[in-house]
């Protein structure tokens, strides 16, 4: 069965500091990772996502997300925080064939302090 | 302006009172879905539909029903709503097109229910 971990409640970060927001997935075949955000009172909005290709992909708002398949990982990154970075984010997994299905994280707050 | 619009955005109801959620989206989408939002749950998708007139069940169906007759909407309905279905809904929509089973999902603002 497809799965999503962020360990990680909440990450607080200095602003001007790189961040690094975990995410472990576990599915059978290879994987559609996904990073979305949500500011508060909106909706989800799309960050970016891993298909093929590269490991290293960049996304929206300076943020990027390095595929890991021996460890199973999507870690979001930034070089240097924002406080308007300040955010929930949500890696999300789907496997082909699997279109449908989209499964979520539980989400990690992201706190970027002045 | 591609959008997806829910509403109402926020609800206070008591048990057993039916109420519907509507989404509608402009970008003419054919995939669209309807998740909860609950702490430390993440989203649970609650129905999704590939198309016009076709709908399956996601991962948390119960105490939910949904149609699809116009590709446009897709509205979620809560025939006898209990205190356990207080949670924000989000309705999601993306386009099916060849090869692009990794396309991203739009989503509306999010509805607010609370179940007295």
């Known amino acids: 069965a497809q799965s999503v971990a962020q360990p990680e409640d909440q990450v607080n970060v200095a602003e001007g500091n790189p961040l690094t927001v975990k995410c472990t997935y576990s599915?059978?075949?290879?994987?559609?990772l996904f990073w979305y955000v949500q500011y508060p009172n909106r909706g989800l909005q799309f960050l970016l996502k891993?298909?093929?290709?590269?490991?290293l992909v960049k996304g929206s708002y300076g943020f990027e997300a390095e595929f890991n398949k021996s460890q199973t990982s999507f870690h979001l990154k930034k070089p240097s925080a924002l406080v308007s970075d300040s955010a929930l984010y949500f890696c999300a997994v789907s496997s082909p064939g699997g279109y449908n299905k989209l499964i979520f994280g539980a989400g990690t707050r992201l706190a970027v302090h002045p | 302006e591609a959008q997806v619009t829910q509403n109402p955005r926020y609800l206070i109801t008591v048990t057993g009172k039916k109420l519907t959620v509507t989404c509608s989206q402009n970008?003419?989408?054919?995939?669209m879905s309807w998740y909860r939002q609950d702490p430390g749950l993440g989203l649970r998708q609650i129905y999704y539909?590939?198309?016009?007139?076709?709908?399956d069940k996601g991962d948390v169906p119960e105490g939910y029903k949904v149609s699809r007759k116009e590709k446009r909407n897709f509205p979620l309905i809560l025939e006898s709503p209990s205190p356990n279905q207080t949670s924000l809904y989000f309705c999601?929509?993306?386009?099916?097109?060849?090869?692009?089973?990794?396309?991203?999902?739009?989503f509306g603002e999010g509805s607010r229910l609370t179940v007295l």
């Open positions: 599915v059978s075949g290879n994987p559609y």
């Open positions: 891993y298909i093929t290709g590269d490991n």
């Open positions: 999601a929509s993306k386009a099916r097109t060849s090869g692009s089973l990794g396309g991203e999902l739009f």
């Open positions: 539909s590939m198309n016009v007139e076709v709908t």
């Open positions: 970008m003419n989408h054919e995939y």
